[in-house]
């Protein structure tokens, strides 16, 4: 095995041992909680653009299925772990993880200290990092790294969304949902077959005119990555579709975008939201949910204050953060966190139930 090299924007150096593709990569560094489903976080949209450091110290154990992916390319730009598995114990694995990252051309590194570099992004916040197996030129890795962009005004949707328009589902089912793909997860979109709907999938920036053809009953905003201010094309939509009245449902980037649309303001959080167990308060039911979660941006509570047509409906019990807004005179809601998990708890399904429910 090669040597792999770590670089952050800081100037901090990490050197582990190279478990993936020899290459090099940018890409804004963060951190995920989650003990397990290891493969959807790779294959999540959502992770476009970033380098995701696995707080789990054992990556890899059960290899890779075809199945437990949310999409058909690896959204990661890089993976950092502590211990890695090189032959999994699964024995329906269709590869390890190691071929799988070379088949992606994804950089990753083991032997690395997970617990050092999680307390540099806690304290110091999100930054860009680069990954080598290539060279342990530090000095040009660096050079690199500073000609990166930040995440803070990219635009990223339009780069990992479908291409085509598609559909999914049972034509004569009871509910026919228009979705936006800014970067959707296919769980997503399992959920709402699995509850008879019939769903027609759109590219990020497709005119609304287009979508309301096709005579939907409602319309998803999906999640995705990059940073929803820069998505004036997505907000536009969003805010005629308010105005047309027709039923919105939101999860993560597109409860931003309805934010947005509504008068609210969304910013970069520190350090973000990136794990399976985060616990999540239901305003309008006093109950709590344990959630999944990754995003890097949220809204902002107090942009909110005055908007008199916009309510909180579900706040972050660890950081009080906005989890859930709705619109007061409109069908239209949303979360910041994954309601379809994948992986993670499945508290959160109701979501789903409410939407249609609505239409």
């Known amino acids: 095995m090669s040597k792999g090299i770590l670089v952050l924007e800081n100037g901090d150096v990490f050197e582990g041992v190279s478990v993936g593709a020899n290459t090099t990569r940018v890409g804004e560094l963060c951190f995920n909680t989650g003990m397990t489903g290891y493969q959807e976080l790779f294959t999540d949209p959502s992770y476009y653009g970033q380098m995701l450091v696995m707080t789990s110290n054992h990556i890899g154990n059960y290899g890779t299925l075809a199945a437990d992916e949310e999409n058909k390319k690896t959204s990661i730009f890089g993976m950092i772990c502590r211990e890695f598995a090189d032959k999994p114990s699964r024995f329906k694995s269709t590869k390890s993880l190691h071929d799988y990252f070379t088949a992606h051309n994804v950089p990753a590194i083991k032997d690395v200290d997970t617990r050092k570099l999680v307390q540099i992004i806690r304290k110091q916040g999100a930054m860009n ?24 005004g990219q635009e990223l949707s339009s780069k990992v969304c479908t291409s085509e328009v598609y559909e999914l589902g049972n034509p004569q089912g009871n509910y026919r949902i228009a979705v936006y793909d ?22 990020a920036k497709t005119p609304l005119s287009e979508v309301l053809a096709w005579n939907p009953q409602g319309i998803f905003l999906s999640n995705g990555p990059g940073d929803p201010a820069s998505m004036d094309y997505a907000v536009t939509a969003t805010k005629e579709i308010l105005e047309k009245n027709i039923p919105i449902f939101g999860i993560c980037l597109g409860q931003q975008i309805l934010a ?17 167990n985060h616990p999540v308060k239901n305003i309008i ?3 709590s949910e344990i959630t999944s979660q990754n995003h890097g941006f949220g809204v902002d509570g107090e942009s909110l204050k005055s908007l008199s047509n916009v309510e909180v409906t579900h706040i972050n019990l660890n950081d009080e953060t906005i989890e859930g807004i709705r619109i007061k005179d409109k ?13 993670g708890p499945h508290d959160s399904g109701y979501l789903f139930d409410e939407f249609l429910a609505s239409l």
């Not at 290539?134 to 803070?152: F, H, I």
């Not at 069908?331 to 992986?343: D, G, I, N, T």
């Open 182 to 203: 800014y970067g959707i997860k296919t769980n997503i979109l399992n959920n709402f077959v699995q509850r008879d709907c019939f769903l027609k999938v759109f590219p």
């Open 129 to 152: 990092a680069i990954i080598s197996s290539e060279t342990d030129n530090v000095e040009e890795l660096k050079k690199q790294l500073a000609a990166a962009p930040k995440m803070k």
């Open 331 to 343: 069908k239209a809601f949303s979360v910041q966190y994954h309601p379809e998990s994948s992986p």
């Open 260 to 276: 947005l649309a509504a008068g609210a303001k969304t910013y970069k959080l520190h350090y973000g939201h990136r794990g399976l």
């Open 285 to 287: 039911n006093n109950t």
